[in-house]
């Protein structure tokens, strides 16, 4: 298709240059080219042009043809003036290459140079060199502008490529946060539901013939924790659609019922607020609400049902939430099988988005505790 419009514009500029900005035939005939003057005209011009349907593919050396052709021409032809097909080219050159080789302005202006000395030669006017001077002034001036018009668009082309690129970049890193982000949700609902699960199952498991009645209300916890990670999975996928923003996610507000249900594991918890409450971004609540969670999800796997835990809630400037469990009696046999090991790694993430800063370590006095610092709006 470019090959193409390339073709019309060479023919375009050859029949422009021979009948719009020449005069020459009869400067031919008087060389000896008889009345075929205008078709010999005709066919140099053409020669030149032809070259322009390469000008893509090599510019410079399309470039150094028309130039070749266009000072030969001018030299010899008084009133030949191949003036389109060099301005395409130097154009071409602006626009395909390196403003190194702006240097090309120069014996640009030589076949231009030509042409002004045959028209102040031939002009009425006495101030022969000063009609000289006047247009390879302004020819120098237009041959610089098409260059710069060149480069230009070279720059814009440039530009728009850059622009195009970037944009897949920030289009491929917003699939990428978005992975990530539905896997710490994934992590933080499936690992949280199974982790309780597995614990009343093995409780079951064990007072099973002892305490029958007990064992069939640890199951009971067991598939009601099934349905909430169930009900927790539909509403996260609903928030993919596009009536998700009538959706909401955990808060505040459920941090009693995630402890109740740790409890009803066995693992005996404290919740504990200090200060007073404050009206928190909904990024801020969904963040506090997954570091309890994760907490008492690795309390429950690896302290085991017989370490006291601790849930504060300390309201300043900022929310701090800390969560603090005693030395394990036994470790569960279990905790290494329910370990995922990315759980405090995609909360520290989770937690950075919302513009806080989570520490995690074991005591000096023993135990484990983890700290989030969260701002009351998301920075």
Known sequence: MRRAGDLLLAIAICLLDVFFFSTAGSNLAELGAGDFAPVWLVGYAALGAAALIWRRRSPVAVYAIVWVHAVVGAALVHGYQPVLGMLVALYTVGAHRDRRLSWLIAPTVVPFSIIAV????????????LTFI????????????VWALGYWTALSRRR?????RMREVEAQLA?????ARLSRELHDIVAHSVTVMVLQSAGAQRILRTDPQRAIDALTQVEATGRQAMSELRRML???GPDGEAQAHPGLDDLGDLVDGVRRTGVPVEMV????????????????YRAVQEALTNAAKHA????????????TDDLVVRVTNAIPLQAPSTSRALSTGHGLLGL???VAVVGGRLEAGHRDEGGYQVTVSLPVVAR
């Open 304 to 315: 085991g049902v017989g370490a006291a835990t601790t849930v504060r809630l300390m309201w």
């Open 238 to 240: 609903a928030l993919q």
């Open 273 to 288: 607020v200090e200060g007073e409450p404050k009206p928190v971004d909904p990024s801020v609540g969904l963040a506090a």
């Open 118 to 129: 045959n028209e102040a030669l031939y002009s009425e006017t006495e101030a022969k060199a």
């Open 160 to 164: 728009l490529a850059e622009s195009q």
């Open 134 to 145: 006047g247009l390879v002034a302004f020819y120098t001036l237009f041959i610089s502008g």
């Open 175 to 179: 699939v990428a946060q978005e992975r």
């Open 348 to 350: 520290r993430e989770r």
